[in-house]
């Protein structure tokens, strides 16, 4: 018997067991290729997991798994080092991850698997416009970091690797821009690019996955969380350990504003005496209890990331003696994580026990192929679910975690919504009051409306300067003028 025809039986007889038979209901009307494709796309998924999934997520609607009871703010580090509640010495901790990074232990990491759909645009979100007077795309404004950090803490001839984690609906659209862009400036060999795993996606009612074709399987990618697991398996953490890579910087790619790599924070991440060295993360002061970011907590002696779904109105409301949010600390998806926790995770223990984080249910209107009329299906109204990981919930699975404060004009100006929070005008604004911060404090005369914006747009590159302080002030204007655009 021809070995496609026999891999076609075992796959009907393990897709039967598990309740998901009708993924081959037209498998006898494909043609060859497709047939191919859809076997192996199949035999891709774990469908030893999938009734387990089913139950739980699917049919079930799981909620916080930890005790809100026992939920306390999680401690930090301040953005000011000389905070009476907790000082630290900041120009040691600078100067400890400037020697790792100058030492080449340090790497870039960058998830960019979403596309600019919600945007309006047309490809890869890291090909959406980032620079609010350049219009240089995302992707360009976080390699110009990456190329300032290079110039600047690295001896001659030594570079910062950047890997770049796509997507299957992206990956050759990212790649191919990357080759057009001449890599932004970067070493062709230093930029490492793979795609995430996906998960199928379910139909809410029955459980049954999805076809999008009938010969082709409806997935969804698995989330930023899947990003530890493909840094695993796609040989992304061989090439970081051939390199002598000993930690990693992440970043998500619609942020224009992030540190791709932070001297202070991967020191503190590596030598702080509270810190395990596996995972740190940013946070920024919430500006009000609704906004939809995830808080760091702390429960059962472990610091954990609850999602603003998840965590109850009165205690995103609670207050402390100073009038501010107890909850304050906003989660901004800014990580380092150490090499050989990453490693840890995916091959286990003793035991060989790899790590399993946590689905998070999302339930989407999700195009179908009818199993009876075979005609696809474009709904009006939420019909499947999607499941997905969260990176930050490793943060538990650390011996001991850190959170760092930092400013939000300095570092947060995220890129997640055609107009309003989080949109390409914040963005611009943000970036451009950072800006003029940092020109004012060189002694320039920024102009700013009676709201005390400012009435101009700036936008300063981490090649010319990666701080306030770097600014060339000799060839610095006196002033800005009222309606200026200006790329430094």
Same mark, same amino acid.
């Not at 081959?24 to 469908?47: C, K, N, V």
């Not at 010969?215 to 040989?235: E, F, I, K, M, Y």
């Not at 995972?279 to 939809?292: C, D, G, I, Y």
């Given at each position: 018997?021809?070995?496609?025809?026999?891999?076609?039986?075992?796959?009907? &007889?393990?897709?039967?067991?598990?309740?998901?038979?009708? #993924?081959?209901?037209?498998?006898?009307? #494909?043609?060859?290729?497709?047939?191919?494709?859809?076997?192996?796309?199949?035999?891709?998924?774990?469908?030893?997991?999938?009734?387990?999934? +089913?139950?739980?997520?699917?049919?079930?609607?799981?909620?916080?798994?930890?005790?809100?009871?026992?939920?306390?703010?999680?401690?930090?580090?301040?953005?000011?080092?000389?905070?009476?509640?907790?000082?630290?010495?900041?120009?040691?901790?600078?100067?400890?991850?400037?020697?790792?990074?100058?030492?080449?232990? +340090?790497?870039?990491?960058? &998830?960019?698997?979403?596309?600019?759909?919600?945007?309006?645009?047309?490809?890869?979100?890291?090909?959406?416009?980032?620079?609010?007077?350049?219009?240089?795309?995302?992707?360009?404004?976080?390699?110009?970091?990456?190329?300032?950090?290079?110039?600047?803490?690295?001896?001659?001839?030594?570079?910062?690797?950047?890997?770049?984690?796509?997507?299957?609906?992206?990956?050759?659209?990212?790649?191919?821009?990357?080759?057009?862009?001449?890599?932004?400036?970067?070493?062709?060999?230093?930029?490492?690019?793979?795609?995430?795993?996906?998960?199928?996606?379910?139909?809410?009612?029955?459980?049954?996955?999805?076809?999008?074709?009938?010969?082709?399987?409806?997935?969804?990618?698995?989330?930023?969380?899947?990003?530890?697991?493909?840094?695993?398996?796609?040989?992304?953490?061989?090439?970081?350990?051939?390199?002598?890579?000993?930690?990693?910087?992440?970043?998500?790619?619609?942020?224009?504003? $992030?540190?791709?790599?932070?001297?202070?924070?991967?020191? #503190?991440?590596?030598?702080?005496?509270?810190?395990?060295?596996?995972?740190?993360?940013?946070?920024?002061?919430?500006?009000?209890?609704?906004?939809? +970011?995830?808080?760091?907590?702390?429960?059962?002696?472990?610091?954990? &990331?609850?999602?603003?779904?998840?965590?109850?109105?009165? #205690?995103?409301?609670?207050?402390? /003696?100073?009038?501010?949010?107890?909850?304050?600390?906003?989660?901004?998806?800014?990580?380092?994580?150490?090499?050989?926790?990453?490693?840890?995770?995916?091959?286990?223990?003793?035991?060989?026990?790899?790590?399993?984080?946590?689905?998070?249910?999302?339930?989407?209107? +999700?195009?179908?192929?009818?199993?009876?009329?075979?005609?696809?299906?474009?709904?009006?109204?939420?019909?499947?679910?999607?499941?997905?990981?969260?990176?930050?919930?490793?943060? /538990?699975?650390?011996?001991?975690?850190?959170?760092?404060?930092?400013?939000?004009?300095?570092?947060?100006?995220?890129?997640?919504?055609?107009?309003?929070?989080?949109?390409?005008?914040?963005?611009?604004?943000?970036?451009?009051?950072?800006?003029?911060?940092?020109?004012?404090?060189?002694?320039?005369?920024?102009?700013?409306?009676?709201?005390?914006?400012?009435?101009?747009?700036?936008?300063?590159?981490?090649?010319? $300067?990666?701080?306030?302080?770097?600014?060339?002030?000799?060839?610095?204007?006196?002033?800005?003028?009222?309606?200026?655009?200006?790329?430094?």
């Amino acid at each position: 018997m021809p070995a496609r025809e026999a891999s076609a039986g075992e796959l009907r &007889v393990r897709l039967e067991e598990c309740g998901q038979g009708h #993924l081959l209901r037209f498998h006898d009307t #494909l043609s060859e290729r497709e047939r191919r494709a859809l076997l192996e796309q199949i035999a891709a998924l774990d469908l030893a997991s999938i009734p387990e999934l +089913v139950a739980r997520y699917v049919k079930g609607k799981p909620g916080l798994e930890v005790d809100t009871a026992s939920l306390e703010p999680a401690p930090y580090y301040p953005r000011d080092p000389a905070d009476r509640n907790r000082a630290w010495d900041r120009a040691r901790f600078r100067k400890l991850g400037e020697e790792l990074i100058g030492a080449g232990k +340090v790497a870039a990491f960058t &998830v960019a698997g979403g596309q600019g759909t919600r945007l309006g645009h047309d490809g890869p979100k890291g090909t959406f416009p980032g620079g609010p007077v350049t219009g240089k795309p995302l992707f360009a404004c976080l390699a110009d970091w990456i190329l300032a950090a290079q110039r600047r803490w690295l001896p001659s001839g030594r570079s910062i690797p950047w890997y770049v984690m796509t997507s299957p609906i992206n990956h050759e659209a990212t790649v191919s821009f990357f080759k057009a862009n001449r890599f932004f400036g970067m070493a062709e060999r230093d930029v490492m690019f793979f795609a995430q795993g996906v998960m199928p996606s379910f139909d809410m009612a029955s459980g049954r996955i999805l076809l999008d074709q009938p010969g082709v399987v409806a997935t969804n990618p698995d989330g930023h969380g899947g990003s530890l697991r493909a840094l695993h398996q796609s040989g992304a953490l061989d090439d970081m350990s051939e390199r002598g890579i000993e930690h990693i910087s992440y970043v998500q790619i619609d942020n224009p504003l $992030a540190r791709v790599i932070d001297p202070v924070f991967i020191g #503190l991440h590596a030598h702080a005496e509270d810190s395990s060295g596996e995972m740190s993360s940013k946070m920024v002061e919430k500006t009000n209890a609704e906004e939809r +970011v995830g808080v760091f907590a702390r429960s059962g002696g472990r610091t954990l &990331v609850v999602e603003y779904s998840d965590l109850p109105r009165e #205690l995103a409301g609670q207050r402390g /003696p100073d009038g501010r949010l107890r909850f304050k600390a906003g989660s901004i998806a800014v990580h380092v994580l150490g090499t050989g926790f990453v490693r840890r995770l995916n091959e286990g223990g003793a035991g060989g026990e790899s790590f399993a984080l946590p689905y998070h249910r999302a339930e989407k209107k +999700v195009p179908y192929i009818d199993l009876e009329s075979g005609k696809r299906v474009e709904p009006a109204a939420a019909n499947a679910v999607k499941l997905e990981t969260f990176v930050f919930d490793a943060i /538990p699975l650390c011996r001991a975690s850190i959170v760092m404060e930092t400013d939000r004009v300095e570092e947060f100006a995220p890129i997640k919504n055609a107009d309003g929070a989080d949109s390409p005008a914040t963005c611009a604004a943000l970036q451009t009051e950072r800006a003029a911060r940092w020109l004012a404090a060189a002694g320039v005369a920024v102009p700013r409306r009676a709201d005390g914006a400012p009435d101009c747009t700036i936008e300063i590159s981490p090649l010319t $300067a990666m701080y306030a302080e770097d600014l060339p002030r000799s060839k610095l204007p006196a002033r800005i003028e009222r309606g200026a655009r200006l790329a430094l």
